[in-house]
């Protein structure tokens, strides 16, 4: 293997996985990172990066984006949100299985890793399919997907028939010690809810999601994830009850995690006044005290991941009435200043919020990624935290541009990304 | 409450109404005044020529996105007495065999120089969404929407409560039934607390009242025969069974044993109380053939009361009304 000398210099290097946090050079030749803090000896740069102001931390992995292809070109491709993805610092991105086709044999894992391996910009581990065409009945060929590549499995926003199917999975998935991701939500008590049930929703007469179809969903797996010993993940969680209920598994040894989409630490059921469909998203924003306690936990440690939850929609897809328009935030790019937000507010410490971004999702995944150690893979990001940058035509990469945030400031913004030792941001017209 | 959202687009920059989508952040200066401009109307559609030119040379399309009789009817009867031209336009929407965009159907009709659109649909915001996307020239009346508001249902309902009580001070107002699913019922509780009722109180089980019902402004109840203590107006909802997708009451009949009402239950009531009901009426179901036909109904008043009500939004809204000169 062989790569680029780069020297990262003059930067605030900020590494929670071993607590470094100093100004200092990091060193990256042949694709990994060489040095830390100090040059080794005999280490000449073919690159320089000037990261003088800047923090330089390790890229960031992203449990759940969407990028809409294969099936949904029309909303996204592999290349244009992998370019959006290194915009935004994130080096590693998982995506769900829920595609068209459904990742659920070898050949979609292949399809998706090849077409990400050509595009050259962010690495993509998918999420194979937990049953057949996520159809909730038949077990899908894990050891096969796993072989593949998949480190972890999940039926993304589709229901199983019943608990049997899901125990008879998750026994499966622990034989082979595959991650099963959980996205929590109980069908028959979502009902035909576009918005959190509360007050907002019931004076805009939207139909409601309550709190219970997350807290009922984690109530009946959590006791299945316990039986069967699976490693288990609650992604995007947007109640404070369930990461209640998860922590307190975890207190008693159960092998789960959690994580929250970046935007619910931001936004909650009053975004949605006005019907701004900008705002619909799956699951629901909630309260102001679930936001709180969502932030609460990401800050102690309880929620060790923080995600995009990207989803990037076509312009129709927003245009229409409320409940028909389809859920789901533009988020790549802001996953790094909306988090930084919470830092320069001071509801979340520096090393916590990049922690949450590196490596809490590695370790859920069991990925040598996000740390900054001689050795480790050079995925690498620095930003300038004091950067103002406004989400528009122009500074903006994702094919999606459905966000509320469009058009509204934002501070800490990315200037360089490093996959695997290459700068592939910016790119080689704009550096 | 923020209410921003929903006054900003429904009123002009000095504060005149613009489109009507939501009782929802109006003040009681610009209620009273829909209801004091339908006083005038009221003697129009009682004498023998009923017209006014207040709206000649406007055309005014009624979309219905959802089947209504009743209230596509008084929409239209309203404009024809204004002298505006009105064209219906009935949309049955399928989920399986959706042809064009609701954005195409109204870029289609602005296409015919049109002036107001009178809407009814059967999802929340429809209204609100159309009014965000036509042309300035536009007025959007919203017909109903959803679950979410009926405006001018809940403006006719209190002028009705006016010319028979007189004013608002001191009233306590009871709804009764399907709150839920009712757009009624949530507008008349915004027109209500505005205007300055003393208590508005919701009666249903709890299958039909709304997650955090309180803070709509309203004191819940389960049991009828509490809900109607001293209250001086009833109002009746229908029991929306084409809009019961799953199991909200165990039946019709046990429903009226508990929800119905009836003349004994009535008693509860102040004696000078006046018994309402946006109609359709399910006889039996929320309320006793004899109630709704007795002295204390005032149900086929606020069929009449429809009209003058909707002259008086449309004339406003087009700035064409009586009060032309007088600021908001």
Not at chain 2, 16 to 40: C, N, P, V, Y
Request: proline share 6%; charged share 20%; hydrophobic share 45%.
């Amino acid at each position: 293997m062989s790569g680029p000398r780069v020297l990262i210099e003059g930067g605030r290097i900020v590494d929670p996985a071993s607590g470094f946090d100093g100004t200092g050079v990091v060193c990256v030749a042949d694709g990994v990172i060489v040095g830390v803090g100090s040059r080794p000896d005999g280490f000449e740069a073919d690159h320089r990066i000037d990261a003088g102001g800047r923090i330089v931390c390790p890229g960031f992995i992203d449990l759940c984006a969407r990028l809409r292809e294969p099936g949904q070109e029309h909303k996204g491709t592999i290349v244009s949100e992998g370019a959006a993805a290194v915009a935004g610092g994130i080096t590693t991105l998982c995506c769900p299985p829920d595609t068209t086709p459904v990742i659920d044999t070898p050949a979609v894992v292949k399809l998706v890793t090849e077409r990400a391996e050509q595009a050259g910009k962010v690495r993509v581990l998918p999420i194979g399919a937990l049953t057949r065409s996520l159809n909730g009945k038949d077990l899908s060929e894990m050891h096969a997907l796993k072989r593949a590549g998949c480190l972890a499995l999940s039926n993304a926003d589709r229901p199983l028939a019943n608990l049997l199917v899901l125990r008879r999975a998750l026994e499966y998935a622990a034989s082979f010690g595959l991650v099963v991701v959980f996205r929590p939500e109980e069908p028959w008590l979502c009902s035909q809810g576009c918005v959190h049930e509360g007050a907002v929703g019931s004076r805009l007469g939207l139909p409601g999601i309550p709190e219970t179809a997350e807290t009922v969903a984690v109530a009946q797996a959590l006791p299945l994830i316990e039986q069967t010993g699976v490693r288990a993940h609650f992604g995007q969680l947007s109640s404070g009850r369930a990461v209640e209920m998860v922590a307190e598994a975890r207190a008693r040894g159960v092998h789960v995690s959690a994580d929250v989409a970046v935007h619910h630490l931001h936004l909650t059921e009053s975004s949605v006044d006005g019907f701004d469909a900008l705002c619909h998203s799956r699951p629901p924003f909630r309260t102001t005290a679930d936001r709180d306690a969502l932030l609460a936990a990401v800050a102690d440690g309880r929620i060790s991941a923080v995600c995009s939850d990207h989803q990037p929609h076509e312009p129709d897809a927003k245009l229409d009435v409320f409940p028909e328009t389809e859920p789901g935030l533009s988020s790549l790019q802001t996953l790094l200043p909306l988090m930084y937000a919470l830092v320069a507010e001071g509801r979340l410490p520096l090393s916590a919020a990049i922690a949450r971004l590196t490596v809490g999702p590695a370790a859920i995944l069991g990925l040598e990624s996000g740390r900054l150690a001689p050795g480790a893979p050079a995925d690498v990001c620095v930003f300038d935290p004091a950067a103002v940058w406004v989400p528009a035509e122009g500074g903006w990469v994702s094919a999606g541009r459905n966000t509320p945030f469009w058009e509204r400031a934002l501070t800490g913004r990315v200037t360089a990304t490093l996959v695997g030792g290459r700068l592939v941001y910016p790119g080689e017209t704009a550096s | 409450m923020s209410v921003t959202a929903a006054a900003d687009i429904q009123l002009t920059a000095s504060g005149r109404l613009r489109h009507f989508l939501t009782i929802e952040g109006l003040s009681r200066e610009l209620l009273t005044r829909i209801m004091d401009t339908a006083e005038s109307f009221a003697g129009v559609t009682a004498q023998n020529v009923k017209k006014v030119p207040l709206l000649r040379g406007k055309t005014v399309v009624n979309l219905f996105f959802e089947n209504s009789t009743r209230t596509r009817t008084t929409f239209e009867l309203a404009a024809k007495r204004l002298s505006a031209d009105v064209l219906n336009i009935n949309i049955a929407t399928s989920a399986t065999s959706k042809g064009e965009s609701l954005l195409d159907t109204i870029r289609n009709l602005e296409a015919m120089h049109v002036d107001m659109f009178v809407v009814r649909h059967a999802q929340s915001g429809a209204a609100h969404f159309i009014a965000r996307h036509v042309a300035p020239h536009i007025s959007v009346l919203n017909a109903g929407d959803g679950r979410h508001a009926h405006p001018t249902q809940a403006m006719l309902d209190v002028f009705t409560i006016r010319r028979a009580k007189g004013g608002f001070a001191g009233l306590k107002v009871a709804i009764v039934g399907d709150i839920l699913h009712s757009r009624v019922a949530r507008s008349e509780i915004w027109a209500l607390n505005t205007l300055g009722v003393d208590e508005v109180r919701v009666v249903a089980p709890k299958t039909l009242l709304p997650a955090h019902v309180e803070a709509l402004g309203v004191v819940p109840y389960h049991d009828l025969n509490e809900g109607l203590r001293d209250v001086d107006v009833v109002i009746m909802l229908r029991l929306q069974l084409e809009r019961m997708g799953s199991a909200f009451i165990p039946s019709e009949h046990e429903y009226f044993q508990r929800f119905g009402l009836t003349e004994k239950r009535l008693e509860k009531a102040r004696p000078d109380v006046i018994v309402m009901h946006p109609g359709p009426i399910n006889r039996g179901i929320e309320i006793d053939s004899a109630i709704a036909d007795g002295p204390r109904s005032v149900i086929l008043q606020q069929v009449t009361h429809g009209i003058a009500v909707r002259m008086a939004v449309m004339s406003m809204a087009m700035h064409a009304g009586p009060d032309l000169e007088v600021p908001v």
